[in-house]
C-alpha cells in the first residue's frame, strides 16, 4: 500500500466526516491545525480492575497518571445500573472530581440481533448506562460502547438485521442524548473495517458511532493507516492493546507489548485530529488469569505508551 500522505489523510478523514454531517471527534475547520487543536486523554478501562474496590481502582489509575477511566456497565459487574444506588453514582462522581479524572466511556456487553425479550432488555440497559453516565458525567457524557455478537461467518446473513436493531439503540441514544460506539471484534459478526462502515452508513444517526480497537483488526490482516483511513471519521472512542497469534489462535496483550507500532498509531491520530479518549483495555484473557495484578498491569500499561504520546505530539488532557 502506498502511504498515505499528512495532508490526503486529513483531506479524506475531514470530507468523510463532513459527508456524515459528524465532525467529532475530528477538528470542524479545515483551517485550523490539528496538532494544535487535537487533544485527546489516555485511560484505564476498569475492566482491568474488577478485583479492586472502585474507590481503591480510581485512586490508583489517578496515581498512576492516567486521564481518565472507563466504568464497566456489564451485567453483574460493580457499576451494572441495576445494582448501584443513586448515592453510589454520586459517590463516583465526587470521587472522579476530587481526583482530576474524566469518564468518557462506560463499557457493555450487548448483542444486537437477538429475541424479542433480550431485545427490550438490552434497550434497558441501554438507558440505564446512559443515565449513569449523564449522572457521573453530566457536563461531558461519556459514550456507551459494546460489541455487537455473532460470529464473522454470520456477517452477511445478518448485517440487516444488525442495522435494524441498532436503529432502535439510535432512539436510546437520541432520547438520552448519549452515543453509543460499537466495535468490530476478531471473533463477531462485525470483524471489518469495511462492515463497520458500512453498518454506520446504514444506520445513519449520530448517535451510533465506532470504537477503533486495532488489535482486533490487526489479527485479520488490515493495515493500520487503511483501517483507521476507512474508520476514523466515524470514530469516538478508542481501545488499546496488544496480541499475538492469528484470527484463529490468539492471545491479547498489554498495549506496548507487541507489534504494534504506537509512534505510527499516535501520529496518524494526530493527523486525523482525532480528539477523544485512548483507553487502555486489559483483555479477559489476561485478567481472568490466577495471579493477575491490576496494578501492575495498569503501571506497566503506562510505562509503555506514556512517553509514546509525548513523542508523536499529542497533547493529552
Known amino acids: 500500500m502506498q502511504p498515505v500522505s499528512r495532508r490526503g489523510f486529513l483531506r479524506t478523514a475531514t470530507s468523510l466526516a463532513a459527508g456524515a454531517g459528524y465532525t467529532v471527534p475530528l477538528f470542524a475547520q479545515q483551517n485550523v491545525s490539528p496538532a494544535k487543536s487535537a487533544r485527546v486523554n489516555f485511560g484505564f478501562s476498569l475492566y482491568g480492575m474488577r478485583s479492586l474496590k472502585?474507590?481503591?481502582?480510581?485512586?490508583?489509575?489517578?496515581?498512576?497518571?492516567?486521564?481518565?477511566?472507563?466504568?464497566v456497565a456489564t451485567e453483574g459487574w460493580p457499576c451494572d445500573p441495576s445494582r448501584l444506588s443513586a448515592a453510589a453514582s454520586k459517590e463516583?462522581?465526587?470521587?472522579?472530581?476530587?481526583?482530576?479524572?474524566?469518564?468518557?466511556s462506560i463499557m457493555e456487553n450487548l448483542h444486537v440481533v437477538v429475541d424479542t425479550a433480550r431485545r427490550r432488555k438490552n434497550l434497558d440497559r441501554l438507558r440505564r448506562a446512559a443515565e449513569l453516565g449523564q449522572t457521573v458525567s453530566p457536563n461531558r457524557p461519556p459514550v456507551i460502547e459494546t460489541v455487537l455478537g455473532g460470529r464473522p461467518q454470520q456477517w452477511e446473513s445478518v448485517k440487516g438485521k444488525m442495522a435494524d436493531g441498532l436503529r432502535d439503540w439510535a432512539k436510546v441514544g437520541q432520547s438520552t442524548k448519549t452515543v453509543i460506539a460499537i466495535k468490530p471484534h476478531v471473533g463477531g459478526a462485525l470483524h471489518t473495517p469495511e462492515g463497520a462502515k458500512w453498518l454506520v452508513d446504514q444506520v445513519d444517526s449520530p448517535w451510533?458511532?465506532?470504537?477503533?480497537?486495532?488489535?482486533?483488526l490487526q489479527l485479520r490482516n488490515?493495515?493500520?493507516?487503511?483501517?483507521?483511513?476507512?474508520?476514523?471519521?466515524?470514530?469516538?472512542?478508542?481501545?488499546?492493546?496488544?496480541?499475538?497469534g492469528t484470527a484463529d489462535r490468539f492471545q491479547f496483550l498489554l498495549p506496548g507489548d507487541g507489534?504494534?507500532?504506537?509512534?505510527?498509531?499516535?501520529?496518524l491520530l494526530k493527523v486525523s485530529g482525532y480528539r477523544g479518549s485512548i483507553m487502555v483495555e486489559v483483555s479477559g484473557q489476561i485478567h481472568g488469569k490466577p495471579g493477575y495484578d491490576p496494578v501492575k498491569a495498569a503501571k506497566h500499561s503506562y510505562a509503555n505508551l506514556a512517553a509514546v504520546f509525548k513523542k508523536a505530539g499529542l497533547q493529552r488532557g
Request: net charge positive.
Open 222 to 244: 488490515f493495515e493500520l493507516e487503511k483501517s483507521l483511513k476507512t474508520l476514523i471519521s466515524r470514530t469516538v472512542f478508542i481501545h488499546i492493546k496488544d496480541k499475538r
Open 259 to 267: 507489534d504494534i507500532d504506537y509512534g505510527q498509531y499516535f501520529r
Open 208 to 216: 451510533i458511532r465506532l470504537t477503533y480497537d486495532y488489535s482486533h
Open 54 to 71: 472502585l474507590t481503591v481502582a480510581l485512586k490508583t489509575c489517578a496515581q498512576i497518571g492516567y486521564d481518565s477511566v472507563e466504568l
Open 92 to 104: 463516583i462522581r465526587k470521587q472522579l472530581d476530587d481526583l482530576g479524572l474524566q469518564m468518557p
